[in-house]
Structures are given as structure tokens and as C-alpha cells.
């Protein structure tokens, strides 16, 4: 192997439920008696609505489910209008419908500028039906601090604490298999918000560690014989706003389950979130004069 260094949250109390098992856009009630089925026609959840809406993105995605009679047959995209707006400036763009359905729900997206601290309103309506849900995005997420620990060899990386929500940490490995021949790219992220823990270093930190040994183990377990090389490594970090539950495990897997239920969509179910996501490297940035370790600005994904 070869490194090259170059809300407003609602908790429904829906009676008969007693728990919400939601994964991306495809949810699944259970009831204490009975089961309810969201794809079956009913006066009470219209569409299904799932994402987050990103400040630091040039284009918003959401995904939206429909009432239809299988969880297998494709939504019919006919007839929806799914629109963004900006609560404090009025501003309204109708959402471009992808063409492509991911796990069987619709792709809509836009290219709206959205800003930190600032609140949205996401509407998807057919034939008078209607959901919505209101989301307001974060203070702007600040540059971290990195060190690089030798044993076991990783990084460090202090979180300004002021952040109220740190809805994702992960450490992103950038991987080319058989280089010089078929050089095939391929990107493994280790979640690493679990690793959360306070400190007073850096005026306040939040800091995560990635375990560099463990991280690489884990790479080459799962390539075998192939020969590869890590190119680059990242952090991908994202400050959640105040929807945001600290059960979540990802902003990538909307995935919780708690008791009882909890959706943010108005007459509809799903989760969508406000959030700043950023991507930083994984070694130390100093200052000019190579005086004192600073800040690690943002960076583009590598791929």
C-alpha cells in the first residue's frame, strides 16, 4: 500500500402508532394492533418528504414518495410541483424534477442559493393534495483544527462548540485500485461522530478522531489481493440545525427510530433537515511562518 501526502421538532403522538422506523424516503409504521400502510390512499399523509437543505451546496436535492399500491411500482412524477421557498425573503423556485428514482421515490432539485440562519419552506401538491415542511439552516460551520496523533497514527480534529449541532463527522478515504493499470477510483467514509467528545483546548472544542490504523485495516480487509493506493484523505464535517436530533446517526442516512413517532412534514411524513456541510484535510495547517497550527480551510471534495 502507498500514501501519497499530495423547529421545530414534532413528536406526533399518531394513537394507534408506537413507532417509526424511517430510512431515507421509505417509511414503515407499526402500530401497537395494527399495521398502518403509508402507501395505501388516506386523508392524513399525502407525500413523503426527505433530505436536507444545505448552505454550503450549490444545488439541493430532496426526495419525495407518493401513494401508490406497491412499495415496488415506480411514482408517477405526473402532475407534482415541488417548490423551495425563503420564508424571510419571499423568494419561491419551483424544484427540477431529476428524471430518476432512487429506492423508488422522486429526485427534485435546485440550484436556490440557500444561506446560513435562514428558514425554508419545501411544498410538494398534486390534484390538492398537499405536504410541506419548515427547516431553518445553521450558523455557518467554522474551520476545525487538525493534529495528527502518532499512536495509533490519525487525526484529531476540534470542532468550535459554539456549533449547537454536529450532525455528521466522517473520515473520507479517496482510493485508486490497481494504479498504473485499471486505476479504478473508489471513496470509503468511516462515520466518526461517535467519537464526539468536549474539550477546553481551542477556546472549546468538540473533537472526533480518525483511527488511521484501524480506517486503513478495514480498506485493505476489504480489497484482499488487489493491489490499491490511498491518495487522499479527507474530513467531512456538518453542523445541524435546530430540527435536527442528536439520534441521528447521518445526514447521509436519515435513519432513526424512536418511541413513538417523529416527522417534520406537515400533513405528510419524512424527516428534512437545515444543515452546513464542509470537507477539510486530515493533516495540520499552519500558519505562514509555520509558527502555531491554524485553522484547516475548506476544501472540495477531492472527487
Known amino acids: 500500500m502507498q500514501f501519497n501526502q499530495n423547529h421545530r421538532i414534532r413528536h406526533k403522538n399518531f394513537g394507534l402508532l408506537c413507532g417509526l422506523f424511517f430510512i431515507t424516503s421509505i417509511l414503515i409504521l407499526t402500530s401497537c394492533d395494527q399495521t398502518f400502510e403509508p402507501l395505501k390512499e388516506n386523508n392524513i399523509y399525502n407525500f413523503t418528504i426527505s433530505g436536507y437543505l444545505n448552505a ?18 415506480p411514482p408517477n412524477p405526473e402532475g407534482i410541483q ?4 425563503d420564508i424571510q425573503s419571499g ?22 442559493d440557500i444561506k446560513n440562519e435562514q428558514t425554508y419552506r419545501i411544498t410538494v401538491e398534486r390534484d390538492g393534495k398537499m405536504s410541506s415542511v419548515t427547516v431553518t439552516t445553521p450558523k455557518e460551520l467554522s474551520s476545525p483544527y487538525v493534529l495528527n496523533p502518532t499512536n495509533p497514527n490519525g487525526a484529531d480534529i476540534y470542532i ?31 462515520p466518526i461522530r461517535y467519537t464526539l467528545q ?14 488511521w490504523n484501524r480506517e486503513e485495516a478495514h480498506i485493505e480487509q476489504s480489497l484482499g489481493n488487489t493491489d490499491y493506493s490511498i491518495v487522499k484523505r479527507q474530513v467531512f464535517i456538518a453542523a445541524g440545525g435546530p430540527e435536527w ?27 428534512v433537515v437545515g444543515v452546513d456541510a464542509k470537507w477539510f484535510p486530515q493533516t495540520p495547517c499552519e500558519a505562514p511562518d509555520k509558527s502555531k497550527i491554524i485553522p484547516c480551510p475548506e476544501e472540495e471534495p477531492f472527487w
Open 160 to 190: 468550535d462548540d459554539e456549533i449547537e449541532h454536529i450532525a455528521d463527522v466522517q473520515s473520507v478515504y479517496y482510493v485508486i485500485l490497481s494504479p498504473g493499470t485499471e486505476d479504478i477510483r473508489r471513496v470509503y467514509r468511516f
Open 82 to 85: 415541488v417548490t423551495l421557498e
Open 56 to 73: 454550503s451546496a450549490d444545488t439541493q436535492w430532496v426526495r419525495v414518495g407518493t401513494v401508490r399500491e406497491s412499495i415496488d411500482e
Open 91 to 112: 423568494e419561491t423556485v419551483i424544484m427540477n424534477d431529476s428524471v430518476f428514482t432512487f429506492k423508488n421515490v422522486l429526485n427534485y432539485w435546485t440550484t436556490m
Open 198 to 211: 468536549h474539550t477546553f483546548a481551542y477556546s472549546g472544542s468538540n473533537f472526533a478522531f480518525a483511527n
Open 245 to 271: 436530533v442528536d439520534d441521528m446517526s447521518s445526514i447521509d442516512n436519515l435513519e432513526y427510530f424512536l418511541d413513538g413517532t417523529a416527522s417534520n412534514v406537515e400533513n405528510g411524513l419524512g424527516y
